[in-house]
């Protein structure tokens, strides 16, 4: 079973609407990313977690909010989706210190 | 503010050649490097980092990389390219309290047979 792993693999959505993107790992990591991807521009740091109750912006994080529910969860939304959120989006885990994250599958979004 | 620089989009090799994947970065105190693979459909994989030390770091898959500080460099080399290593490939610095990671926009590798 993959460390891990993100729901939906892909979703198609319209404009204005509200979705939710789901991470779990079962590396029992304090540390969660949340990444988006573009064609060309590599991989960006929408937010990170530390733990359950330390929640951080990152380099873009307009337009996203997140929720960690348990160590194990955390859950990125978009309230009200616009097209120029399409992409490609990276949930990630590490421990603390200079250790390697973990990414998972990714969930690819399109917005109508 | 810290940048990653990958200055190849797309990089063509025949297999068996050998590969070398440029990457710069800008960062104000000690780097924390990293090359990342990403295969189609696929999550990125760890394939090499630098701390600190020995400046010629191994990997898996048989990559290395070598970190030069007076170029700012870290490049990504195979000595000998596999069909299977054609991926896209994307070096990244960590900073911060929380080692965050900026990555370059990456390389794709195409290998011919």
């Known amino acids: 079973d993959a460390d891990v792993t993100q729901t939906p693999r892909n979703r198609i959505t319209k404009t204005g609407k509200r979705i939710m993107l789901e991470c779990s790992q079962t590396?029992?990591?304090?540390?969660m990313y949340w990444y988006r991807q573009d064609p060309g521009l590599g991989l960006r740091l929408i937010y990170y977690s530390f733990d359950v109750k330390d929640i951080n912006k990152g380099e873009i994080s307009d337009g996203y909010s997140v929720s960690r529910q348990a160590q194990a969860k955390f859950s990125l939304s978009l309230e009200s989706a616009i097209p120029n959120q399409t992409a490609l989006y990276f949930c990630?885990?590490?421990?603390?210190?200079?250790?390697?994250?973990?990414f998972g599958p990714g969930t690819r979004l399109t917005v109508l | 503010a810290q940048s990653v620089t990958q200055p190849d989009i797309h990089i063509t090799v025949s297999e068996g050649a050998s590969l070398e994947l440029r990457c710069n970065y800008s960062?104000?105190?000690?780097?924390?490097l990293f090359w990342y693979v990403q295969s189609p459909g696929q999550g990125l994989q760890l394939l090499l980092k630098y701390f600190s030390g020995d400046t010629l770091v191994q990997g898996i898959k048989g990559f290395e990389a070598e970190f030069k500080r007076s170029q700012s460099s870290f490049n990504l080399r195979k000595p000998s390219v596999h069909w299977s290593d054609a991926a896209e490939y994307f070096c990244?610095?960590?900073?911060?309290?929380?080692?965050?990671?900026?990555f370059g926009s990456g390389t794709q590798l195409t290998v011919l047979p």
């Open positions: 960062y104000g105190a000690t780097p924390y």
């Open positions: 990244a610095v960590g900073y911060g309290s929380a080692r965050q990671l900026t």
């Open positions: 590396k029992g990591h304090d540390r």
């Open positions: 990630a885990t590490s421990e603390p210190g200079y250790n390697e994250q973990f």
